[in-house]
Protein backbone atom coordinates (compact mmCIF):
# COMPACT_ATOMS: atom_id res chain seq x y z
CA UNK A 1 0.00 0.00 0.00
CA UNK A 2 3.21 2.44 0.54
CA UNK A 3 3.40 2.28 -3.50
CA UNK A 4 4.82 5.52 -4.95
CA UNK A 5 2.04 7.44 -6.97
CA UNK A 6 4.27 7.37 -9.83
CA UNK A 7 4.49 3.42 -10.04
CA UNK A 8 1.00 3.26 -10.81
CA UNK A 9 1.06 5.32 -13.69
CA UNK A 10 2.24 3.74 -16.98
CA UNK A 11 5.62 5.73 -18.35
CA UNK A 12 3.35 6.36 -21.38
CA UNK A 13 0.63 8.01 -19.82
CA UNK A 14 3.24 10.19 -17.77
CA UNK A 15 5.22 11.51 -21.36
CA UNK A 16 1.69 12.15 -22.78
CA UNK A 17 1.31 14.43 -19.87
CA UNK A 18 4.49 15.89 -19.83
CA UNK A 19 4.21 16.68 -23.62
CA UNK A 20 1.59 18.81 -23.05
CA UNK A 21 2.55 20.34 -20.26
CA UNK A 22 5.97 21.49 -22.19
CA UNK A 23 3.64 22.83 -25.14
CA UNK A 24 0.74 24.73 -22.76
CA UNK A 25 4.31 26.36 -21.12
CA UNK A 26 5.28 27.30 -24.75
CA UNK A 27 2.22 28.56 -26.10
CA UNK A 28 2.13 30.97 -22.59
CA UNK A 29 5.95 32.36 -23.48
CA UNK A 30 4.73 32.72 -27.03
CA UNK A 31 1.95 34.58 -26.09
CA UNK A 32 3.85 36.58 -23.97
CA UNK A 33 6.05 37.67 -26.52
CA UNK A 34 3.28 38.60 -28.77
CA UNK A 35 1.82 41.10 -26.01
CA UNK A 36 5.14 42.52 -25.90
CA UNK A 37 5.34 43.04 -29.41
CA UNK A 38 1.27 44.79 -29.37
CA UNK A 39 2.45 47.77 -29.48
CA UNK A 40 -0.44 49.53 -30.95
CA UNK A 41 0.36 53.38 -29.77
CA UNK A 42 4.02 53.62 -31.31
CA UNK A 43 3.10 51.73 -34.40
CA UNK A 44 0.20 54.12 -34.97
CA UNK A 45 2.81 57.28 -34.15
CA UNK A 46 5.45 55.52 -36.26
CA UNK A 47 3.17 55.58 -39.24
CA UNK A 48 1.75 58.53 -38.95
CA UNK A 49 4.90 60.19 -39.21
CA UNK A 50 6.05 58.56 -42.05
CA UNK A 51 2.80 59.08 -43.68
CA UNK A 52 2.82 63.01 -42.79
CA UNK A 53 6.88 62.50 -44.40
CA UNK A 54 5.61 60.83 -47.49
CA UNK A 55 2.76 63.50 -48.15
CA UNK A 56 5.66 66.41 -47.56
CA UNK A 57 8.20 64.41 -50.06
CA UNK A 58 5.57 63.64 -52.56
CA UNK A 59 3.64 67.02 -52.25
CA UNK A 60 0.01 65.43 -52.49
CA UNK A 61 -2.20 68.28 -53.56
CA UNK A 62 -4.64 67.24 -55.98
CA UNK A 63 -3.88 68.03 -59.67
CA UNK A 64 -6.30 69.97 -61.82
CA UNK A 65 -5.82 67.55 -64.69
CA UNK A 66 -7.10 64.43 -64.53
CA UNK A 67 -5.02 61.29 -64.87
CA UNK A 68 -4.49 59.60 -68.32
CA UNK A 69 -6.32 56.55 -68.94
CA UNK A 70 -2.92 54.48 -68.28
CA UNK A 71 -2.65 55.41 -64.25
CA UNK A 72 -6.15 54.58 -64.07
CA UNK A 73 -5.58 51.36 -66.00
CA UNK A 74 -2.30 50.54 -64.12
CA UNK A 75 -3.69 51.37 -60.85
CA UNK A 76 -7.02 48.66 -61.69
CA UNK A 77 -4.60 46.15 -62.51
CA UNK A 78 -2.82 46.21 -59.70
CA UNK A 79 -5.21 45.62 -57.56
CA UNK A 80 -6.82 42.93 -60.04
CA UNK A 81 -3.48 41.31 -59.30
CA UNK A 82 -3.49 41.57 -55.36
CA UNK A 83 -6.81 40.06 -55.61
CA UNK A 84 -6.58 37.11 -57.49
CA UNK A 85 -3.04 36.50 -55.55
CA UNK A 86 -5.09 37.25 -52.18
CA UNK A 87 -8.36 34.85 -53.50
CA UNK A 88 -4.83 32.13 -53.95
CA UNK A 89 -3.78 32.80 -50.71
CA UNK A 90 -6.56 32.02 -49.00
CA UNK A 91 -7.90 29.68 -50.81
CA UNK A 92 -4.65 27.38 -50.12
CA UNK A 93 -4.98 28.18 -46.16
CA UNK A 94 -8.16 26.81 -46.81
CA UNK A 95 -7.04 23.51 -48.74
CA UNK A 96 -4.03 23.24 -46.05
CA UNK A 97 -6.98 23.21 -42.86
CA UNK A 98 -8.45 21.01 -45.29
CA UNK A 99 -5.70 18.37 -45.23
CA UNK A 100 -5.13 18.43 -41.61
CA UNK A 101 -8.76 17.79 -40.89
CA UNK A 102 -8.18 14.74 -42.99
CA UNK A 103 -4.79 13.73 -41.36
CA UNK A 104 -6.44 14.72 -38.17
CA UNK A 105 -9.43 11.99 -38.51
CA UNK A 106 -7.19 9.45 -39.91
CA UNK A 107 -4.76 9.72 -36.79
CA UNK A 108 -7.70 9.68 -34.62
CA UNK A 109 -9.09 6.24 -36.16
CA UNK A 110 -6.21 4.78 -35.99
CA UNK A 111 -5.14 5.79 -31.81
CA UNK A 112 -8.80 3.93 -31.55
CA UNK A 113 -7.39 0.84 -32.83
CA UNK A 114 -4.24 0.86 -30.10
CA UNK A 115 -4.20 -1.91 -27.95
CA UNK A 116 -3.13 -2.21 -24.06
CA UNK A 117 -4.50 -1.32 -20.89
CA UNK A 118 -7.07 2.40 -20.77
CA UNK A 119 -3.63 4.08 -19.38
CA UNK A 120 -2.16 3.38 -23.05
CA UNK A 121 -5.15 3.88 -24.63
CA UNK A 122 -5.55 7.31 -22.71
CA UNK A 123 -1.55 8.37 -23.17
CA UNK A 124 -2.27 7.34 -26.78
CA UNK A 125 -5.23 9.85 -27.15
CA UNK A 126 -3.32 12.70 -25.87
CA UNK A 127 -0.43 12.14 -27.99
CA UNK A 128 -2.50 12.58 -30.95
CA UNK A 129 -3.88 15.27 -29.51
CA UNK A 130 -1.10 17.30 -29.19
CA UNK A 131 0.30 16.11 -32.62
CA UNK A 132 -3.29 17.18 -34.11
CA UNK A 133 -3.38 20.57 -32.15
CA UNK A 134 0.56 21.99 -33.51
CA UNK A 135 -0.54 20.95 -36.83
CA UNK A 136 -3.72 22.79 -36.28
CA UNK A 137 -1.79 25.71 -35.28
CA UNK A 138 1.02 25.88 -37.82
CA UNK A 139 -1.84 25.89 -39.96
CA UNK A 140 -3.48 29.14 -38.01
CA UNK A 141 0.25 30.48 -38.35
CA UNK A 142 0.22 30.20 -41.72
CA UNK A 143 -3.22 31.86 -42.43
CA UNK A 144 -2.31 34.77 -40.34
CA UNK A 145 0.62 35.97 -42.02
CA UNK A 146 -1.04 35.26 -45.34
CA UNK A 147 -3.99 37.88 -44.17
CA UNK A 148 -1.24 39.98 -42.98
CA UNK A 149 0.70 39.94 -46.58
CA UNK A 150 -2.85 40.60 -48.04
CA UNK A 151 -3.97 43.35 -45.39
CA UNK A 152 0.09 45.11 -45.99
CA UNK A 153 -0.37 44.62 -49.70
CA UNK A 154 -3.84 46.44 -50.14
CA UNK A 155 -2.09 49.31 -47.52
CA UNK A 156 0.89 49.55 -50.20
CA UNK A 157 -1.59 49.70 -53.09
CA UNK A 158 -3.34 52.60 -51.59
CA UNK A 159 -0.61 54.74 -51.18
CA UNK A 160 0.72 53.75 -54.46
CA UNK A 161 -2.21 54.99 -56.23
CA UNK A 162 -2.77 57.82 -54.13
CA UNK A 163 1.22 58.97 -55.86
CA UNK A 164 0.25 57.99 -58.66
CA UNK A 165 -2.64 60.10 -58.90
CA UNK A 166 -1.63 62.69 -57.26
CA UNK A 167 2.21 62.74 -57.99
CA UNK B 1 -19.05 35.36 -27.11
CA UNK B 2 -16.42 38.08 -25.91
CA UNK B 3 -14.51 38.78 -28.92
CA UNK B 4 -10.23 39.84 -28.09
CA UNK B 5 -9.92 42.99 -29.77
CA UNK B 6 -8.95 43.34 -33.60
CA UNK B 7 -5.72 44.65 -33.21
CA UNK B 8 -4.71 42.02 -31.47
CA UNK B 9 -6.64 38.78 -33.02
CA UNK B 10 -4.86 39.83 -36.65
CA UNK B 11 -2.27 42.50 -36.98
CA UNK B 12 -0.27 41.87 -34.36
CA UNK B 13 -0.21 38.23 -33.42
CA UNK B 14 0.43 38.36 -38.01
CA UNK B 15 3.36 40.26 -37.16
CA UNK B 16 5.35 38.47 -34.81
CA UNK B 17 4.13 34.92 -36.43
CA UNK B 18 5.33 36.25 -40.02
CA UNK B 19 8.07 37.16 -38.00
CA UNK B 20 9.65 34.45 -36.46
CA UNK B 21 8.05 31.80 -39.12
CA UNK B 22 6.77 29.34 -36.28
CA UNK B 23 6.07 29.61 -33.04
CA UNK B 24 8.46 27.61 -30.82
CA UNK B 25 11.16 30.29 -28.30
CA UNK B 26 13.95 30.08 -28.18
CA UNK B 27 15.52 31.13 -24.61
CA UNK B 28 18.68 33.25 -24.77
CA UNK B 29 21.92 31.08 -23.73
CA UNK B 30 24.19 32.55 -21.67
CA UNK B 31 27.65 32.58 -23.87
CA UNK B 32 29.55 30.06 -22.25
CA UNK B 33 32.72 30.26 -24.03
CA UNK B 34 36.40 31.46 -22.73
CA UNK B 35 36.39 34.92 -24.48
CA UNK B 36 39.28 37.21 -25.12
CA UNK B 37 39.56 40.65 -26.27
CA UNK B 38 39.42 41.04 -30.17
CA UNK B 39 43.17 41.75 -30.88
CA UNK B 40 44.50 44.15 -33.97
CA UNK B 41 46.07 42.22 -36.42
CA UNK B 42 46.92 45.43 -38.79
CA UNK B 43 44.57 44.27 -41.16
CA UNK B 44 43.76 46.12 -44.56
CA UNK B 45 40.33 48.54 -43.77
CA UNK B 46 39.85 49.57 -46.95
CA UNK B 47 39.26 46.02 -48.28
CA UNK B 48 36.56 45.16 -46.23
CA UNK B 49 33.53 42.84 -47.18
CA UNK B 50 30.90 41.50 -45.72
CA UNK B 51 28.01 38.90 -46.67
CA UNK B 52 25.16 37.06 -44.68
CA UNK B 53 21.70 34.87 -45.18
CA UNK B 54 18.43 36.30 -44.37
CA UNK B 55 18.05 38.66 -41.21
CA UNK B 56 22.00 38.73 -41.97
CA UNK B 57 21.87 39.45 -45.38
CA UNK B 58 19.42 42.54 -44.53
CA UNK B 59 22.11 43.62 -42.06
CA UNK B 60 24.87 42.66 -44.85
CA UNK B 61 22.97 45.66 -47.48
CA UNK B 62 23.11 48.15 -44.53
CA UNK B 63 26.80 47.66 -42.86
CA UNK B 64 27.33 47.72 -46.69
CA UNK B 65 25.89 50.87 -47.74
CA UNK B 66 26.51 52.78 -44.08
CA UNK B 67 30.21 51.96 -44.36
CA UNK B 68 30.97 51.66 -48.08
CA UNK B 69 34.28 54.07 -47.71
CA UNK B 70 35.85 50.86 -46.42
CA UNK B 71 33.88 48.38 -48.24
CA UNK B 72 34.75 46.47 -51.64
CA UNK B 73 31.89 44.63 -52.27
CA UNK B 74 29.14 41.88 -50.44
CA UNK B 75 27.20 39.10 -50.53
CA UNK B 76 23.78 39.13 -49.98
CA UNK B 77 21.72 35.53 -49.65
CA UNK B 78 17.84 35.54 -49.64
CA UNK B 79 17.82 39.66 -48.36
CA UNK B 80 16.11 42.21 -49.36
CA UNK B 81 17.39 46.09 -50.36
CA UNK B 82 18.61 48.49 -47.39
CA UNK B 83 15.97 50.71 -45.76
CA UNK B 84 13.42 47.70 -46.90
CA UNK B 85 11.17 47.97 -43.78
CA UNK B 86 10.89 51.95 -44.66
CA UNK B 87 8.75 51.07 -48.04
CA UNK B 88 5.62 52.00 -47.15
CA UNK B 89 4.05 54.61 -45.29
CA UNK B 90 0.78 52.67 -44.41
CA UNK B 91 2.61 49.65 -42.39
CA UNK B 92 4.44 49.87 -39.63
CA UNK B 93 8.48 49.44 -39.76
CA UNK B 94 7.58 45.63 -38.32
CA UNK B 95 4.75 45.25 -40.82
CA UNK B 96 7.10 45.91 -43.58
CA UNK B 97 9.93 43.67 -42.72
CA UNK B 98 7.65 40.98 -41.97
CA UNK B 99 5.64 40.82 -45.45
CA UNK B 100 6.66 43.75 -47.81
CA UNK B 101 10.28 42.19 -47.37
CA UNK B 102 9.71 38.87 -46.82
CA UNK B 103 6.90 37.30 -48.91
CA UNK B 104 4.64 40.11 -50.42
CA UNK B 105 1.50 39.42 -52.00
CA UNK B 106 3.00 41.08 -55.48
CA UNK B 107 5.90 42.20 -56.91
CA UNK B 108 4.08 45.72 -56.81
CA UNK B 109 3.46 45.60 -53.18
CA UNK B 110 7.33 44.44 -52.92
CA UNK B 111 10.22 46.29 -51.45
CA UNK B 112 9.60 50.37 -52.82
CA UNK B 113 13.06 50.37 -54.43
CA UNK B 114 12.73 54.02 -55.96
CA UNK B 115 11.79 55.34 -52.74
CA UNK B 116 14.44 53.51 -50.77
CA UNK B 117 16.89 54.02 -53.32
CA UNK B 118 16.00 58.04 -52.64
CA UNK B 119 15.94 57.48 -48.95
CA UNK B 120 19.43 56.31 -49.70
CA UNK B 121 21.00 59.73 -51.00
CA UNK B 122 19.10 61.52 -48.61
CA UNK B 123 20.76 60.11 -46.27
CA UNK B 124 24.30 60.10 -47.95
CA UNK B 125 23.56 63.93 -48.53
CA UNK B 126 23.28 64.77 -44.55
CA UNK B 127 26.29 62.30 -43.80
CA UNK B 128 24.25 59.84 -42.05
CA UNK B 129 26.03 57.28 -44.32
CA UNK B 130 28.63 57.44 -46.35
CA UNK B 131 28.41 58.80 -50.07
CA UNK B 132 26.75 56.38 -52.27
CA UNK B 133 29.52 56.73 -54.78
CA UNK B 134 31.82 54.76 -52.69
CA UNK B 135 29.63 51.69 -54.09
CA UNK B 136 30.34 51.81 -57.88
CA UNK B 137 33.44 49.80 -58.29
CA UNK B 138 32.44 47.14 -56.01
CA UNK B 139 31.66 43.83 -56.43
CA UNK B 140 28.26 42.39 -55.42
CA UNK B 141 27.08 38.57 -54.80
CA UNK B 142 23.46 38.26 -54.80
CA UNK B 143 21.56 34.91 -54.50
CA UNK B 144 17.67 33.58 -54.31
CA UNK B 145 16.85 30.00 -54.17
CA UNK B 146 13.82 29.08 -56.26
CA UNK B 147 12.04 27.11 -53.33
CA UNK B 148 12.65 30.04 -50.75
CA UNK B 149 9.43 30.44 -49.22
CA UNK B 150 10.26 32.79 -46.49
CA UNK B 151 12.40 35.57 -48.54
CA UNK B 152 10.70 35.01 -52.11
CA UNK B 153 13.01 36.13 -55.18
CA UNK B 154 10.40 38.68 -55.57
CA UNK B 155 12.28 40.61 -53.05
CA UNK B 156 15.42 39.60 -53.70
CA UNK B 157 14.98 40.83 -57.40
CA UNK B 158 14.19 44.19 -55.73
CA UNK B 159 18.14 44.10 -54.17
CA UNK B 160 19.35 44.05 -57.23
CA UNK B 161 17.54 45.97 -58.42
CA UNK B 162 18.53 48.63 -55.96
CA UNK B 163 22.12 48.53 -56.12
CA UNK B 164 22.14 48.85 -59.55
CA UNK B 165 19.72 51.83 -59.22
CA UNK B 166 22.80 53.39 -57.11
CA UNK B 167 25.42 52.55 -59.65
CA UNK B 168 27.04 49.24 -59.29
CA UNK B 169 27.18 48.07 -63.16
CA UNK B 170 25.49 44.88 -63.81
CA UNK B 171 28.23 43.16 -64.78
CA UNK B 172 29.71 43.70 -61.15
CA UNK B 173 26.71 41.89 -60.17
CA UNK B 174 26.07 38.24 -59.95
CA UNK B 175 22.42 37.25 -59.13
CA UNK B 176 22.05 33.30 -58.90
CA UNK B 177 18.38 32.49 -59.00
CA UNK B 178 18.76 29.20 -60.57
CA UNK B 179 19.18 27.31 -58.01
CA UNK B 180 15.96 24.70 -56.18
CA UNK B 181 17.82 25.78 -52.87
CA UNK B 182 14.89 26.18 -49.97
CA UNK B 183 15.79 29.41 -47.24
CA UNK B 184 19.39 28.79 -46.30
CA UNK B 185 23.05 29.49 -46.97
CA UNK B 186 24.70 26.86 -49.32
CA UNK B 187 27.20 24.24 -48.94
CA UNK B 188 28.70 21.16 -50.92
CA UNK B 189 28.78 18.76 -47.24
CA UNK B 190 26.17 15.64 -48.01
CA UNK B 191 25.50 15.80 -43.95
CA UNK B 192 23.77 19.39 -44.74
CA UNK B 193 19.92 19.69 -45.56
CA UNK B 194 18.42 18.71 -48.23
CA UNK B 195 19.20 21.46 -51.05
CA UNK B 196 15.36 22.54 -51.34
CA UNK B 197 14.11 22.11 -48.11
CA UNK B 198 14.08 25.16 -45.52
CA UNK B 199 14.80 24.04 -42.15
CA UNK B 200 17.52 24.62 -39.16
CA UNK B 201 19.77 25.12 -39.37
CA UNK B 202 19.48 26.97 -42.26
CA UNK B 203 22.10 25.35 -44.03
CA UNK B 204 21.90 23.02 -47.12
CA UNK B 205 23.85 21.11 -49.42
CA UNK B 206 23.43 22.26 -52.96
CA UNK B 207 26.40 20.95 -54.33
CA UNK B 208 28.49 24.01 -54.47
CA UNK B 209 30.36 26.43 -51.90
CA UNK B 210 28.58 29.34 -51.66
CA UNK B 211 31.09 30.84 -49.35
CA UNK B 212 34.25 30.24 -52.10
CA UNK B 213 31.49 31.87 -54.82
CA UNK B 214 30.76 35.14 -52.58
CA UNK B 215 34.64 35.70 -51.89
CA UNK B 216 35.26 35.06 -55.45
CA UNK B 217 33.17 37.11 -56.71
CA UNK B 218 34.02 40.37 -53.80
CA UNK B 219 37.88 40.13 -54.51
CA UNK B 220 37.73 37.84 -57.61
CA UNK B 221 40.72 35.30 -58.62
CA UNK B 222 40.96 33.45 -55.11
CA UNK B 223 42.75 30.38 -54.77
CA UNK B 224 40.97 27.04 -53.92
CA UNK B 225 39.46 26.68 -50.28
CA UNK B 226 42.46 24.57 -47.63
CA UNK B 227 41.95 21.65 -46.53
CA UNK B 228 43.42 22.44 -42.75
CA UNK B 229 43.39 25.99 -40.80
CA UNK B 230 46.60 27.24 -39.73
CA UNK B 231 44.91 28.29 -36.49
CA UNK B 232 41.95 28.28 -34.42
CA UNK B 233 39.03 30.14 -34.58
CA UNK B 234 38.54 32.53 -31.71
CA UNK B 235 36.40 33.87 -29.14
CA UNK B 236 36.25 37.28 -28.59
CA UNK B 237 34.28 39.30 -25.69
CA UNK B 238 31.93 41.06 -28.18
CA UNK B 239 30.47 42.92 -25.12
CA UNK B 240 33.45 45.36 -24.89
CA UNK B 241 31.99 46.44 -28.38
CA UNK B 242 28.73 47.10 -27.49
CA UNK B 243 27.86 50.77 -26.30
CA UNK B 244 23.48 50.77 -25.84
CA UNK B 245 21.00 48.57 -24.19
CA UNK B 246 18.68 46.94 -26.59
CA UNK B 247 21.28 45.61 -28.94
CA UNK B 248 20.35 41.40 -28.53
CA UNK B 249 23.92 41.38 -29.40
CA UNK B 250 25.92 38.27 -27.56
CA UNK B 251 28.96 38.56 -25.09
CA UNK B 252 30.71 36.51 -27.44
CA UNK B 253 31.89 36.96 -30.99
CA UNK B 254 33.83 34.71 -33.26
CA UNK B 255 37.06 35.51 -35.10
CA UNK B 256 39.31 33.60 -37.95
CA UNK B 257 42.47 34.90 -38.54
CA UNK B 258 45.16 32.99 -40.89
CA UNK B 259 48.68 32.53 -38.96
CA UNK B 260 50.12 34.74 -41.79
CA UNK B 261 47.71 37.64 -40.85
CA UNK B 262 48.30 37.64 -37.17
CA UNK B 263 51.91 38.71 -38.28
CA UNK B 264 52.45 39.01 -41.80
CA UNK B 265 50.45 40.06 -43.62
CA UNK B 266 47.63 43.13 -43.67
CA UNK B 267 45.01 41.07 -44.77
CA UNK B 268 41.34 42.38 -45.42
CA UNK B 269 38.52 41.80 -43.12
CA UNK B 270 35.73 39.75 -44.16
CA UNK B 271 32.28 40.75 -42.42
CA UNK B 272 29.39 37.12 -41.61
CA UNK B 273 26.40 37.54 -40.55
CA UNK B 274 23.75 35.25 -39.70
CA UNK B 275 20.42 34.71 -39.88
CA UNK B 276 17.71 34.30 -37.52
CA UNK B 277 18.10 30.90 -35.33
CA UNK B 278 21.96 30.89 -36.41
CA UNK B 279 23.80 32.54 -34.01
CA UNK B 280 26.00 30.21 -31.98
CA UNK B 281 24.02 30.89 -28.86
CA UNK B 282 21.23 29.21 -30.52
CA UNK B 283 23.15 26.40 -32.50
CA UNK B 284 26.09 25.81 -30.64
CA UNK B 285 27.72 23.33 -29.75
CA UNK B 286 28.10 22.44 -33.83
CA UNK B 287 29.60 25.68 -34.53
CA UNK B 288 27.77 25.40 -37.66
CA UNK B 289 27.95 29.57 -39.03
CA UNK B 290 31.19 29.90 -38.04
CA UNK B 291 32.96 27.10 -38.53
CA UNK B 292 31.40 24.56 -41.20
CA UNK B 293 30.26 26.84 -43.70
CA UNK B 294 33.60 27.13 -45.96
CA UNK B 295 34.60 30.59 -45.18
CA UNK B 296 37.54 29.61 -42.98
CA UNK B 297 38.95 27.54 -45.66
CA UNK B 298 38.75 30.18 -48.62
CA UNK B 299 40.23 33.29 -46.02
CA UNK B 300 42.99 30.48 -45.40
CA UNK B 301 43.78 29.92 -48.58
CA UNK B 302 43.80 33.53 -49.67
CA UNK B 303 45.21 35.32 -46.33
CA UNK B 304 41.51 37.25 -45.67
CA UNK B 305 40.53 37.59 -41.56
CA UNK B 306 36.88 36.18 -41.41
CA UNK B 307 34.74 38.24 -38.42
CA UNK B 308 31.87 36.68 -37.02
CA UNK B 309 29.60 39.18 -35.29
CA UNK B 310 26.33 37.28 -32.82
CA UNK B 311 23.17 38.27 -31.54
CA UNK B 312 21.07 36.08 -30.18
CA UNK B 313 17.23 35.45 -28.89
CA UNK B 314 15.59 38.02 -26.22
CA UNK B 315 12.23 37.42 -25.43
CA UNK B 316 11.89 41.19 -23.16
CA UNK B 317 13.28 44.31 -24.30
CA UNK B 318 14.52 44.25 -27.36
CA UNK B 319 11.84 41.57 -28.41
CA UNK B 320 13.75 39.72 -30.69
CA UNK B 321 12.72 36.04 -29.93
CA UNK B 322 14.15 34.53 -33.30
CA UNK B 323 18.05 36.04 -32.62
CA UNK B 324 17.78 37.97 -35.95
CA UNK B 325 19.99 41.09 -37.01
CA UNK B 326 17.76 44.02 -36.84
CA UNK B 327 16.24 45.64 -39.63
CA UNK B 328 12.97 46.86 -38.50
CA UNK B 329 14.06 49.02 -35.46
CA UNK B 330 14.16 46.28 -32.54
CA UNK B 331 17.32 47.53 -31.24
CA UNK B 332 15.47 51.08 -30.18
CA UNK B 333 12.39 49.91 -28.60
CA UNK B 334 11.01 53.41 -27.45
CA UNK B 335 11.39 55.69 -30.38
CA UNK B 336 8.99 55.84 -33.28
CA UNK B 337 11.65 56.46 -35.55
CA UNK B 338 14.39 53.83 -34.22
CA UNK B 339 17.87 54.50 -36.15
CA UNK B 340 18.99 51.19 -37.44
CA UNK B 341 20.27 51.85 -40.57
CA UNK B 342 22.62 55.31 -40.28
CA UNK B 343 26.51 55.16 -39.03
CA UNK B 344 24.86 55.58 -35.32
CA UNK B 345 22.39 52.46 -35.17
CA UNK B 346 24.23 50.33 -32.45
CA UNK B 347 24.48 47.36 -33.76
CA UNK B 348 26.14 48.92 -37.02
CA UNK B 349 28.14 50.64 -34.59
CA UNK B 350 29.14 47.64 -32.69
CA UNK B 351 30.38 46.11 -35.87
CA UNK B 352 32.56 49.04 -36.97
CA UNK B 353 34.44 48.98 -34.10
CA UNK B 354 35.11 45.53 -34.17
CA UNK B 355 36.49 45.74 -37.67
CA UNK B 356 38.47 48.97 -36.54
CA UNK B 357 39.91 46.96 -33.88
CA UNK B 358 41.31 44.38 -36.17
CA UNK B 359 43.16 47.19 -38.09
CA UNK B 360 44.86 47.93 -35.18
CA UNK B 361 48.44 47.21 -35.04
CA UNK B 362 49.52 43.70 -33.86
CA UNK B 363 50.28 43.54 -30.30
CA UNK B 364 52.37 40.70 -28.27
CA UNK B 365 50.36 40.70 -25.67
CA UNK B 366 47.28 39.64 -28.06
CA UNK B 367 49.46 37.09 -30.36
CA UNK B 368 50.23 35.39 -26.56
CA UNK B 369 46.39 35.00 -25.88
CA UNK B 370 45.17 33.80 -29.24
CA UNK B 371 47.41 31.25 -30.53
CA UNK B 372 46.87 29.05 -27.64
Known amino acids: MNQPVNELIDPSLQDAVEHWSDYAKDSLQTAEVVLRLYTPVKDSLQITQQVLESVQ ?25 IQVAA ?39 LETSL ?14 SDLGAIESAYKAWWQKSLESLLG | MKRLPRQFSTRNLVRFLALTFAVSIFPAQADTALTTKLPGFNAELKKTSVSGLSSGAFMTSQLYVVFSDIMVGAGIVAGGPYLCAKSWAGNSLLENATTTCMNPLTPSVGPNTPHLVELTKALAASGDIDPVENLKDDHLYIFSGKSDKTVTTTVVDQTEAYFEALGIPASSIQYNKSVDAGHALITDENDDTDCSETKEPYVNDCDFEQSTVILNQIYGSLNPPTDTLSSEIMAFDQSEFIDADNTSMSDTGYVYAPAVCKTHRSCPVHVVLHGCEQGAA ?39 PKGCWDFWGYSSPDSVDPDFFTRNAPQLRAIRKMIERLAQPVETMSLTTTTE
Open chain 1, 57 to 81: ENDWTPSATLPDAATFSGIVSELSD
Open chain 1, 87 to 125: LKRMSDDFNRYLDTSVEAGKLFGETLKTDGDPQQQLAAW
Open chain 1, 131 to 144: KVTKAYQDDFSQQL
Open chain 2, 282 to 320: VIDPSNKYYAQTGYNQVAEANDIIMLYPQVQPSDEAPVN
